[in-house]
């Protein structure tokens, strides 16, 4: 579960018999945006790898929701509820966002990675910029 930073968001993972905490695995196990304002939701991410231990984090700004599923980092529009692309990591953890939202932070048993994010719908797609670990 995450809310967004404005508050007017929350991203649940879902099952077909309601909200789990703990997450879920299967067909019926989805990522789904809430609006806090009118307690419905209002889209469920497509597509939608959701697993034990899924984690998801809105960006500082608000624009992007990161979630992870396995060995990648799912990234989403907040405001058309899209699908932007995926990073393959295998994160071990909850990915992190720089406090400008340009970049992301991902931690795997190879080290922290850090990934350049796209900024607009025209920006060049995400890319791998550093591991800062690496060689040590």
């Not at 879902?14 to 703990?22: A, D, E, K, L, R």
């Not at 992870?68 to 692309?85: I, N």
């Not at 719908?121 to 910029?129: D, G, N, R």
């Amino acid at each position: 579960m995450a809310f967004s930073p404005a508050g007017g968001l929350a991203a649940l993972i879902c099952t077909g018999s309601g909200i789990s905490p703990y997450g879920a695995r299967g067909p019926e196990a989805t990522m789904e945006l809430f609006d806090l304002s009118t307690h419905s939701k209002i889209s469920q991410l497509v597509p939608s790898y959701v697993g034990h231990g899924s984690k998801a984090v809105f960006s500082p700004d608000g624009r992007l929701l990161a979630t992870t599923y396995g060995d990648t980092v799912f990234l989403y529009d907040t405001s058309t509820h899209q699908y932007v692309r995926q990073l393959v990591s295998a994160p071990t953890g909850t990915p992190a966002f720089s406090p400008d939202s340009r970049l992301l932070a991902t931690v795997s048993s190879a080290g922290v990675l850090l990934w350049i994010l796209p900024t607009t719908k025209t920006s060049p797609k995400s890319k791998l910029l550093a591991n800062p670990l690496e060689g040590k």
